[in-house]
């Protein structure tokens, strides 16, 4: 293997930069060149790259968004597109690319799959923790952090005057974030596709009209809700509308938003990533069609197939201890 | 003087605690009893108090939010609310009331000015900076940090994704926060009702969309927009539907929200708080309807009616600095 | 089980409140009453406690340090001590004693043992990760934060300077802390018990200082060693005499020291010390001399000599990305 | 005035890279070249530099350290030294030369006015804040917000074991730090050359001893020592050894150290830095021997040999809070 190519691809997630640190400090040591196209598939596309080195990627590991920048590329989705990057790398003699983000990113890689020859590895990057065979995608607990800390500012004014408050979180249609986050905030409720569907609801908001008028009644404190996103019928907004309709409970509403995606990798995610990145350098050698990943501490390799079509459910001592935690459930 | 109570009162502020902390040592040390009410005005309405002690603050100096709690209180705004919290005042034979809060706390205090004889001192704490005779309000320099932090994360995917972002920030109706966040974070663009009014909306936003074409054209870079809440028509949603109707230009909404109103207070609120504090306790002893304030690097105390009437515009620095950095207003 | 009893015990650790807070709402939840003593086994010595209420503890998730006070007891050393604790226990009628705490607690509780009958539960609790039967021990997490944005803030002045820094980092006598937080601050080299010990000194600093030498000449940017506490003869300031002496290399110190034992614990310590606590109470149910713990994403509960006994080596993982980033160890 | 040079010099503090981004700006808005020298005055002896434009300086707003490199400089102490960097500055054709630094790098400009007739500005940046004409330096309030945050840490263990804590901040020979971070984190005791020198010592030792012997008896809390670094013989180890020996009291150090230089700047250090910046460019125009800073909130420029020469206290306001918040002076 004589030349590789990096692209991140999809959301960006802290840690991004981490993982192409790794990879090319990794690449450096064994004689292999990078190239780092930008854009995610779109620089593939138009022929946009650089030449990574270890003297420009030494000092990124601490650095959020991804110096390779990234993007959505609707022209993966068609036939043309495929083959202009497949153009593109098969121009510039990359032996394996690297495809760094999530499952929309690696879909794309299988369909380059028949229209290059080359190695395709994937590294699981997301802040939503929603892609199978890791326990834990690079930008996740990064996302954790950001969100417990936004809450945490909110419990000092929730608690202050003693006011329901809904906080919308990310995870687009999965609960990692939505559990952790409101395990670690010590939330009173936590709304989340796993344990709320669109035949729940109607439940779900009566329990929690019970839970709200109880705890208000007996302790002065706030009241925290963390709903994930695209969850409530209108999101947060609806839910507000209706706590007020139902029950005349008057809540205030917090979408935390893009502060989720950004910022300084904390320490679980800069090590995900540098060891990831490492993996994939040695996947690229001799596999592809494969992501690397970590599952119960080891690192290993996975047919990209299973990544993306497996489900992830949130982990089952989550929802035990929040079951525990809070009588939403009882 | 004998006997003093204290109110926290209306939006809660990071550096809320360290002021009643400071005011507690202080009345400690001459010998003064504290007495905390819940609740802002109401709980000098339903006599909800406690007694507090130098045991009990010390370890809150660090604390967001108010161990007294606080609320709104529309009882205040009638003749029986006030002549209650005289009552209570009176009963509980209490010497001086300091209020921490903002200018609707203070209002508070001037009507109850009539129906009590003892005296009464204004700590100015609010977020939103729009109290004049201080040069910073408690809690200002806290929220301007929050904001500036979750800019910083936001401007990691606005450079990935090369992308224009509408931030709104808290600040009432004054652009204290917008301005110096804006700056801080390096802001492409700052709107606020001081460089922006309903007669020049069409200007900003035809200045703003030639600013952001140019330079996405120009700089391969995201376009980070700071708007202060109550500013522009439907908010920043109203501004980013203007933007795509207008000139095809796509953009992301994030609204900081209640994030800014909590959290630890950073140092230079703490230290204006102990200040405050203990010039307050000193200005109980022999004065009334005063706010104390600190202006120039000297703590001072100023009649609370002009506290109160006088605007407070944003440091012409800061515009000019703006101006500079930024070519919005050229 | 009618009544337990919790202490939290030797070098604090961020995240024990949170274990506090969950083994209470978890009693509450099944009508257990808790008794929390202070100082560790010296509480129970001198029957100093409070009862532990749901309101008590609910806000307390995030704090650290421990309200329950902690302390290292020499008492436990001898037999009077232990039948004193054992005395305060059988006169409260506590049913089970929960120890919060690292291996010296866990001795404290297998001394118990003999003199008292009812039933004891350890959850771990150190920043060291030094216990065996659990990935993580409550803590690890958050010192490993607290380290790396210090190492952040130093990598700062050593690119600026191009300097060489030593940063001293805790971990007792392994390398947890050395490992995790060299690789998430992309150290140039990491000196732990795990990669150099007393035989290989010598070999070890002729390494560093060819390392040293050849990056400084190459590239322009600081280099930073992360040394694990009690490894190098006299500490950080004999390696930087060594470096000195040998080579002529000037350098600085740093001795991170106790920060790394404070602040607000992070999302995954608040989670673990959740999932443990809820654990905790429930094996007080019907086991004792057990620890806690969670082994592969899995809560589960191992006997406490094991846990006490066992060595706990760093990840593997980790020993190899660092073997791959450094040319140290080649 | 067509072309400017920048130097950072001295100890690197947060906001040095605002302060080049602002002179890069401003001059580029008005058709100024900028030359960007490394490792102070260093780069100007080697001639090592390079062109700063909009692009490389746009996102360094929130980023510590300085792109430029910092040194210090034996050469800029003999004349020989001081002829070669005004040989540099003439053959590049330089008209101006900003030089953003401490007062030695001020003494620095001083000695080069008489060898070379451009105009020369200087920018305050030190965290120590030991500079007149300028109410703060920047990189000052960052330092405070790091150093209180990790007394913050400290202050949990301090508290959960009831321990007296020694912690060293820097200031070189000023109590700036000490004061604002000792108030700030609500230190027992703040030791500076401000309340204490030679001649007191034995009398503020015996103050502290009798302090802290009362306060443990009364309150379970810690206490906390700020101590200013080259005030006490034998430093902090040496205040340590003292309390042992005197009184019998237990204490632990701690070294804040460079973890105080270093970090993002706060938001109060990127605007002072962006406005003195401005000014520096504006100043270069028309004058030399000046250094810009703010006073009052106003932004002014001030004769260097009188920022250097005259000293520059600490406020008043502080020693009086500390006087009322501790008994230590009374």
Redesign the interface.
Known sequence: MKRIAII?SGG?A?GMNAAI??IV??CH?QHIECLGFY?GYNGLINDEFIFLT??LV??I??????IL???RCKEMHQDEGVKQVANTLTKHQIDALIVIGGDGSFRGMMALQSDWSGNLIGVPATIDNDIACT?KTIGF?SA???A???I??????A????RV?IVEVMGRRSGHIAF??G????AEAILSFENCNLNSLEQAKSHLITQIQSQLLE???GFVIVLAENLWPKGPHGLQQTLKDTAGIES?????????????P???D??LA??LG?EAVSAAKNSTGMMVG?V????SRHCIIRATEQNKPV?Q??H??YH??SKLNN
Do not use: W
């Open positions: 991140t960006d802290p640190r790794a400090l990794s040591e854009h270890p003297e030494s000092p590991i601490q650095r959020g968004g991804t920048k990234s993007a326990d607990a954790v952090n950001t417990t800390q936004a945490d500012n909110i419990r000092d004014t608690n202050a005057f003693e408050f952790n986050v395990l670690a905030a010590g302790q002065h404190t205030a509403v917090c979408v935390l938003g893009y502060i989720q995606r950004g910022g300084s904390c320490p679980e800069r090590i540098t060891e490492i970590k119960n501490g080891q690192i982990d001592a989550l035990s201890a525990h935690m």
